[in-house]
DNA sequence: AAATTATGCCAACAATACTGGCATATCTTG
DNA sequence: CAAGATATGCCAGTATTGTTGGCATAATTT
């Protein structure tokens, strides 16, 4: 059905030309950072795949590794997602053993995150392709360039309020 | 209920040190690459917002744009989705008026894909923050940096086979 | 004529996000 | 101390975007 696209009859062919870098747009830059991203992120997918863990799984185990001790809330502040989609991951995370809880030693309502030896683990094998990765897309990077990148990658983050 | 989380007796109080870049891996950029990309796309999703679409319309007209022309399987292989999830955000677009579709004049089974005028003007608007932002992460760097930083990005990218 | 290709579409499912609400334990304050 | 605020957990429901597998049609290739 519906199969005569073309053909048809005064319908100017839109636009043809290939929008480029104009009044002042990066098009290339925004590309090449979505192409990186969809790299970047797919060596930990595969591996995760194996686990029956997702993506969601997988920031909150790098973060607490990064950071133990922090709380549901520092999580949820980092992550920027809503208090329920992380408590999927997190209850799943925790079950599996990846992940401890410990009530805050001053406020007992808080939940301190910890890795457990096999989530410091996982949290290691899914960085090491992603880092072996980064040290590819360095290769003959001056140190002056590293540092810029880091800057840039950096320099990207909304500024915020009280950080 | 459960909560008596920390508090009860031999459990080990587990792995409390943060996981610096052990063994070689580069753990501060993986960082930075996660809060990078995750404000880079805050800017689109907002404006996506008010108009129903989401972050998959915004790969698809951005990539229309950018390629006028380019047929459904050059797509799938740019964007690295299944037909079908590419087919609803495609089908939405079109409806929409963003995109339209022309037969190939060799091959007559393609539908190319060519951006409207709106198209084009939505992809504009949605590149636009993006631009900025990408603009103001680079103040203050040297040329050299800002190829290093083209060449890093590029170099994330998958290296495959027949492109 | 038969096989292959490019595309469209259907049904079903999974992961991850969202909202809004309610419950509990705990801390803070009047 | 009672009242309110806070940190967290959990439930129900929904949306977006991804997946698989299959079937249909038109057009091209063999």
Redesign the pocket.
């Known amino acids: 059905?519906?199969?005569q696209t073309g053909s048809k009859a005064g319908k100017p062919e839109p636009l043809a030309t290939p929008m480029e870098d104009t009044g002042g747009i990066d098009f290339e830059i925004i590309e090449l950072f979505f192409f990186a991203y969809r790299d970047f992120v797919s060596d930990p997918d595969a591996i995760l795949e194996k686990s029956?863990?997702?993506?969601?799984?997988h920031r909150v185990v790098h973060f607490v590794n990064r950071n133990p001790g922090m709380?549901?809330?520092d999580l949820?502040d980092t992550?920027?997602?809503?208090?329920?989609?992380l408590?999927?991951?997190?209850?799943q995370l925790i079950e599996s053993g990846y992940i401890r809880?410990v009530?805050?030693p001053?406020?007992?309502?808080?939940?301190k995150l910890y890795p457990t030896k096999s989530g410091r683990e996982l949290a290691l094998a899914l960085a090491e392709p992603q880092s072996r990765r980064i040290e590819r897309a360095f290769e003959g990077a001056s140190p002056q360039v590293r540092e810029g990148v880091k800057a840039f990658l950096s320099g990207m983050r909304d500024r915020k309020k009280a950080d």
């Open positions: 059905m519906s199969r029956g863990f997702g993506r969601a799984h709380t549901v809330a949820l992550l920027k997602i809503t208090k329920q989609s408590a999927r991951v997190l209850k809880q009530a805050g001053e406020d007992r309502r808080q939940r």
